[in-house]
C-alpha cells in the first residue's frame, strides 16, 4: 500500500507543478499584453514634416492617415480639413515663426481663395495657386515652406 500512496503523492506534486506553471505563463502573457498595447495602438500620421508633432482629430484607421477635421502641431500648427494626412479644405496654418495663412489647401498647398499675413505683418490677400500668390514678395515669405512656394 506504501507504493500506491507515493504514487498518489507524486501525482498530487506533478498537478501543483502544472498547475504553477499554468498561472506562471498567465502571469507573463498578461503582462507582455499589457507593455504590447501602445505599440499596436494606431496613431494617425501627417504628412507634413513642419506639422509632425502631435495630432488630434479624424482619421483615416487604415492608412493611419489624418483625414477629415483635425488639428496636428510640430514646429508649425494646422487647424483645419486634412486628405491623405496633407492639409486639404478650408483651414489656417500658422508658422512657428509668426505668418499665418487662411484659405483653402489642396494636397498639402494653398489653393483657392485665402489671406496670407507675414511674420512682419504684411498682409496678401487673393487666389493662391499650388502654393503660389502673384505679388508675394519674397521678404515675406515664411522660414519654412509648408503650403506657399515662394
Not at 58 to 74: F, P, V
Not at 115 to 138: D, M
Request: hydrophobic share 35%; proline share 5%; with cysteine.
Amino acid at each position: 500500500m506504501r507504493p500506491l500512496r507515493m504514487i498518489a503523492v507524486a501525482r498530487g506534486s506533478e498537478g501543483e507543478l502544472i498547475m504553477k506553471r499554468f498561472l506562471l505563463v498567465l502571469l507573463c502573457s498578461a503582462v507582455l499584453m499589457t507593455l504590447a498595447a501602445p505599440a499596436l495602438s494606431h496613431d494617425c500620421r501627417v504628412r507634413d514634416a513642419y506639422l509632425r508633432g502631435g495630432y488630434e482629430g479624424d482619421c483615416d484607421n487604415r492608412r493611419e492617415l489624418a483625414q477629415g477635421k483635425g488639428e496636428a502641431k510640430g514646429a508649425d500648427t494646422y487647424i483645419g480639413y486634412f486628405a491623405k494626412g496633407r492639409p486639404d479644405g478650408k483651414g489656417v496654418y500658422t508658422w512657428e515663426k509668426g505668418g499665418r495663412l487662411d484659405g483653402s489647401f489642396k494636397d498639402g498647398k494653398a489653393q483657392g481663395p485665402g489671406i496670407y499675413v507675414s511674420a512682419k505683418g504684411t498682409r496678401y490677400e487673393g487666389q493662391f495657386v499650388n502654393g503660389k500668390l502673384e505679388g508675394l514678395k519674397t521678404a515675406d515669405c515664411p522660414s519654412t515652406p509648408g503650403p506657399l512656394n515662394c
